[in-house]
């Protein structure tokens, strides 16, 4: 039995809430409930999500922790009375509604995946906010069949790198748009199809050219604002189009008629206010459809590891869309 302390080190916002005000705190170990895992907290992944929380923009859930975090990896320190899947000492990835960047984390023992032998901690705490996000958004929401093409927007991100990988596991064809020739040159490596140069590049004529002017089947999309007309006019007919978050702004000014004409699909998902069984159906699909993947086919692209005490820094680089993979804190560095 580990010897749990009451007390943690966890990051604070700040009053100001940038990336300045980001600073170790304490706190209480969380609490568990009957079919709740305590984790020690090896590494923790840094998302959007967390930057739009720090900023006041997206409050955890109701009963969600407070801290910020929405995946993380580590060691199962302690079980709760029902807990059947998990034991003391086993190496867990999560996918959580709060509490990642902190030394312990709960989570419901259906919404935590083994740790495959060959990955670290640090790569580990990479994966689930992005697998999670592709599976549901590009194969359970878009149906993203063998040999349809499939245009990711932000293909150097971590959500990005890791769509490329899981869509040509299932057979797809891979254009994606990145903002320097580094990050084209490393979608290619992972095996896009089509890296397009959204700086040099118009994005709707290179789709329609590369496709024979079918356009892409599915467009994963991150941005929104003017990409939203742009995503329908290099959509194929029948095309599904998917967004899921909007970097450029929620509102724009569309002609919705391409939908009517191509019997376009428009959707979109998050995943931090699912429910207990949802998330728990989710985690069930993964682990079945991808996570053998996981190591092998599939690989964390791990941009930078920052010590917890830094996560001001780890958000700070996120947001100057420089980083090419996941950016990870290091939850177990000396504080």
Known sequence: MENIPQIMSAIEIGDDGSTASLKIADAPVPSISDYEILVRVAAAGVNRGDCFQRAGFYPAPSGASTIMGLEFSGTVAACGDKVSKWKIGDRVAALVAGGGYAQYASVHENHALEIP?????????????????????????????????????????????????????????????AGSKEKCDACLQLGADL?????????????????????????LDMVG???ISRNMACAARGGRIVNIAFLHGSKAEVDFMPVM????TLTGSTLRAR??????????????????DVGLSVKPVIDKVFPLAQAGAAQARMETSEHIGKIILDCEADI
């Open 261 to 264: 004409i191509k019997n376009l």
């Open 117 to 177: 032998e060959n990955l670290s901690f640090i790569e580990a705490a990479a994966l689930p906010e992005t697998i999670y996000t592709v599976w549901a958004n590009v194969f359970e929401g878009a149906f993203l069949r063998p040999e349809e093409t499939i245009l990711i927007h932000g293909g150097s991100s971590g959500i990005g790198t890791t769509a490329i990988q899981m869509a040509k596991i299932f057979g797809a064809q891979v254009i994606v748009t």
């Open 195 to 219: 890296a397009i140069n959204y700086r040099d590049e118009d994005f709707v004529k290179q789709v329609n050219t590369f496709t024979q002017e079918v356009g892409a089947h599915v467009i």
């Open 275 to 292: 429910s207990i069984a949802e998330k728990s159906r989710l985690t069930d699909a993964v682990a079945e459809a991808i996570w053998p």
């Open 225 to 227: 604002g003017d990409y």
